[in-house]
């Protein structure tokens, strides 16, 4: 059964930086296209960040150059360090997984969730 289970939202100051993890189960990490989400109140959905079974990367332009997604494929999980945070980045981040080894826009499997709020 596939599992991805996010952890590391909270809240903090515009400037500061989170590292989300999610740890998956059921598939291995290293054959799929896995991915970071956000969706903040009152807006749709929008890929943060894409990672490629073969490791090529892909990121909203909006996070460019402040986030990186990651993954440690001998624990099985994904990660998203999020680096000088803003505002506009409060949202509900969602761990996804593809069950093939490219991405495009939909994906199979989604976890719970993790809060992110960034104010002062």
């Known amino acids: 059964q596939v599992q991805l289970v996010e952890s590391g939202g909270d809240s903090v100051q515009p400037g500061g930086s989170l590292r989300l993890s999610c740890v998956a189960s059921?598939?291995?990490?290293?054959?799929?296209?896995m991915g970071w989400f956000r969706q903040a109140p009152g807006k749709s959905r929008e890929a943060v960040a894409r990672m490629y079974a073969n490791g090529i990367l892909y990121y909203a332009p909006s996070v460019q150059f402040r986030f990186t997604i990651s993954r440690d494929d001998a624990k099985n999980t994904l990660y998203l360090q999020m680096n000088r945070l803003k505002p506009e980045d409060t949202a509900m981040y969602y761990c996804a997984a593809r069950n093939v080894s490219w991405c495009t826009e939909d994906m199979n499997y989604w976890g719970q969730g993790t809060q992110v709020t960034v104010s002062s």
């Open positions: 059921g598939f291995s990490t290293s054959t799929v296209c």
